[in-house]
Each structure stands twice: as C-alpha cells, then as structure tokens.
C-alpha cells in the first residue's frame, strides 16, 4: 500500500497524478480500463466509500483485475470477431498490446484519445491532416458495424484506441442490435457526448448539447417510432470527439500546421456540422457522410 494508492475493495482510487504508471504492466488481449468517477457509474461498486473521498469527481479509477480486463471470447466480442474481416483494422477484435498511459504524459505505445492526454499528443495530431484521417477511420469503422445492424451508442475519446496511428473502437458495453429493444427500454449514454442535455456535462471547448433526439414528439420520442434514427446516435457522438480533437488542437501551436492547406480544416468542419446536426432527422449517418466523398 502507498499514499498515491487508495485500496477500496472493489477498486483503486488514484490519489494525485504521475503515480500508477508503474502499478501496472502491457497485457496481451486485454485492456486497462481507467475511468473518471461518476456519480452514476455503472462499474463502481462502492460508490457509498468513494462519495466520501473529498473532490472524488476529479480522480480516476482502476477497477480489479476481474473487471478491467475486456474478452474478446465473451459473447458479443465473439459475434463481432465472426462478422468482421481480417482487413477491417478498426474494429477491436481482441490480440491487441495496451500499455497505460497516465495523465501526466508519459506514455509507451498505446492509448485511449481520452482528454486527458490530448495535449500530449503531439506525435499523433501533427496536423489537420491527422485528424481528417481519424475522422475517416472512426467513421470507416462504425459504417461496419451499422452496416452489421450494430450501433455502438458509446463514442467518446476513451473508447477510440490508438496504436501506431491506426485507430479501433472499443467498449461494446452500451451496444445495441437493431431492433435496438434493450437500448429503447432503458435509453443511457456519457453525458457529454451522447445527444441529450446533462447539466454540468460540457467541457471546455465543448457547446452545449442541443440535439432533439429524446425530445417527445406527440407524446413519442422520434427513434421510437423510427428505430434507424438510433444509427444516428453514433453519429452525433464522433462529432463531439471530433469537436474537443479540433478545439485542443487549435490551442496548441504547431509550425508544422502551416505546411497543409486551409481546406483540410474546412472539410473536418464540414463533416463535424454534418454529424452534429441538431435535428435527428436531418442528421446523416456516417455511411451517408462516407458517400459524399469529402475525404
């Protein structure tokens, strides 16, 4: 037991920065999940001890061995490994090294594109160039899955994995099969990200969540009526991460910027309003946007 570490059963409280790098090694075909304290957190067990710790909200958690380890042989990482081809590189199928990155920068090969880290980035987010190429990878990957009647229903920087520039999707934990029963019963998503309005959910850099897709139409939402309108939710969603990408790569300086034209910058802009339509029913899928060739 040390200082930095706090042991609270079912989960390990990390008390100040640049202390748990070292508490954890690379594990092959599996991935350290490190997740920010919320109050609603469905993974933390012990909500009632952490509550107590003072500015909770601002710490991250390491759940046990039983919990942050992700199996590609549980069921639904076997369905996905028998519909995704060898070549799709940006869907997880399992056999993938992760190393952990903690949030003071220091970092080996792999990471979530959390918030944490963005600014640490420079290796990665070289240009607008880098991030047109994410956007196209991100979007390449959920086209499968939608084509494969699956909506992710969960994209945000901390389940899109970095490694060597190519970039996978991960976390199938709020995932829906079309007809989307289980997802319609019992609608959640990351405030923030997912398009409904969460009072203290926006971050820095990030506008405020004026989306209508669960506002009551005739005493209906939308998507209940039309279930393709869920396809829409990951649309909305990798437009927020595109947003917060573009907003801390704006705050930083990189002379190599002015080597790409200004029309790369244009195109994520363009893409990014597209999927951050406010109304669903205007709102493109990704499949569609990948149509328009702007790319």
């Known amino acids: 037991m040390t200082e930095n570490l706090l042991k609270t059963g079912s989960c390990s409280i990390i008390i100040g920065k640049n202390h748990y790098s070292g ?10 999940k490190v997740t920010k304290i919320l109050d609603n957190h469905n993974e933390l067990s012990n909500m009632e001890i952490i509550r107590k710790i003072p500015q909770a909200s601002q710490y991250f958690v390491i759940p046990d061995k039983e919990i942050f380890t992700i199996f590609p042989e549980s069921i639904f990482y076997k369905y996905l490994q028998n519909i995704t081809p060898s070549d799709c590189s940006n869907i997880f199928k399992g056999n993938l090294f992760c190393f952990y990155v903690d949030n003071a920068g220091t970092h080996d090969l792999l990471d979530s594109i959390n918030d944490m880290n963005l600014h640490n980035f420079s290796n990665t987010w070289t240009s607008y160039q880098s991030i047109l190429n994410f956007t196209q990878q991100i979007m390449r990957g959920l086209s499968f899955l939608h084509f494969n009647k699956i909506c992710h229903l969960d994209i945000k920087p901390e389940n899109i ?16 099969i079309e007809p989307f029963d289980d997802f319609i019963s019992t609608m959640k998503g990351t405030p ?29 939402i939308p998507m209940t009526i039309d279930r393709k309108l869920v396809y829409k939710i990951d649309s909305y969603c990798l437009g927020r991460v595109i947003n917060l990408l573009m907003y801390h790569f704006q705050d930083i300086t990189y002379p190599s910027c002015l080597c790409f034209p ?31 060739n702007l790319i």
């Open 23 to 32: 508490y954890f090694n690379y594990k092959l075909n599996k991935l350290l």
């Open 161 to 176: 994995m970095i490694n060597n520039n190519n970039f996978k999707i991960i976390d199938f934990g709020f995932s829906s």
């Open 192 to 220: 923030g990200y997912f398009p409904k309005h969460f009072y203290d959910s926006v971050e820095p850099g990030m506008p405020a969540i004026k989306a209508n897709d669960l506002e009551y139409v005739n005493g209906k």
């Open 262 to 292: 200004n029309s790369t910058k244009k195109k994520i802009n363009k893409i990014k309003n597209l999927l951050l339509e406010n109304d669903v029913n205007k709102r493109l899928c990704v499949s569609d946007i990948l149509l328009l």
